[in-house]
């Protein structure tokens, strides 16, 4: 079945420094999203890529939806320490609108 | 207050009994899907429903079963067959299953713990 490769597993990085996470498939995906997750809570969508080659912010976000369809990447600049949580990147089937989910990147800011 | 509801928070089961999750969703939304999450894994898909009345299988449907028979709601029932019940049960929606329309959004889940 289809895989997402998301890496890194986990950061540990000082308050203000940037972070940049990516996911990785063989498979080609027509809709790439990105999602946080607070522990215990349920995942909350960040950004929403649609189109190949998309680059789209949100705030101190960054997301784009790679040329070839099978990778995206995440960027953060500037973290705080409300940032800290899992990263979940997901591709999206555009026949069933199934979800398959990457690993997920663990935050962690040092104030 | 437009969303997805999951109740309870939390549960907790002898092993044996079947038990159900509750979600609703009052977002007018189609589709409905039920992810488990354990540990340090991302969310692997249950079940899912595109329409009232149908579902389908996910990835690991093996234990568990559901039901569409209204719009905005989507129950779990996590049968005394699955063999590794416990776990956090995520609950998701989105207005279809295909498209720019089909980006899904969650509830705030259930951690089942099976004793």
């Known amino acids: 079945g289809q895989q997402l490769n998301q890496s890194p597993q986990s950061m540990f990085i000082q308050e203000g420094e940037d972070v940049s996470m990516n996911c990785t498939s063989s498979?080609?995906?027509?809709?790439w999203l990105w999602y946080k997750q607070d522990p215990g809570e349920g995942p909350v969508l960040l950004i929403a890529?649609?189109?190949?080659?998309e680059l789209t912010s949100n705030g101190r976000l960054t997301a784009q939806f790679g040329i070839t369809r099978k990778d995206s990447f995440l960027n953060i600049s500037a973290s705080i320490p409300s940032d800290v949580g899992i990263y979940f990147c997901?591709?999206?089937?555009?026949?069933?609108?199934?979800?398959?989910f990457g690993q997920g990147t663990t935050l962690q800011v040092k104030p | 207050d437009g969303g997805i509801t999951q109740s309870p928070k939390y549960l907790f089961r002898k092993e044996g009994q079947n038990v159900t999750l509750s979600c609703e969703q009052n977002?007018?939304?189609?589709?409905m899907y039920w992810y488990r999450q354990d540990p340090g894994q991302g969310l692997r898909l249950i079940y899912y429903?595109?329409?009232?009345?149908?579902?389908q299988k996910g990835d690991i449907a093996e234990g568990y079963s559901v039901s569409r028979e209204k719009k905005e709601s989507f129950p779990l029932t996590v049968t005394s067959a699955q063999k590794n019940p416990t776990a956090f049960y995520l609950c998701?929606?989105?207005?279809?299953?295909?498209?720019?329309?089909?980006?899904?959004?969650f509830g705030p889940g259930t951690r089942l713990t099976v004793l």
């Open positions: 998701a929606s989105s207005a279809t299953s295909g498209g720019d329309t089909d980006t899904q959004y």
């Open positions: 997901a591709g999206q089937l555009s026949n069933t609108g199934k979800l398959i």
């Open positions: 498979s080609i995906f027509n809709t």
């Open positions: 977002l007018n939304h189609d589709a």
């Open positions: 890529l649609y189109k190949a080659g």
């Open positions: 429903s595109q329409i009232v009345n149908d579902f």
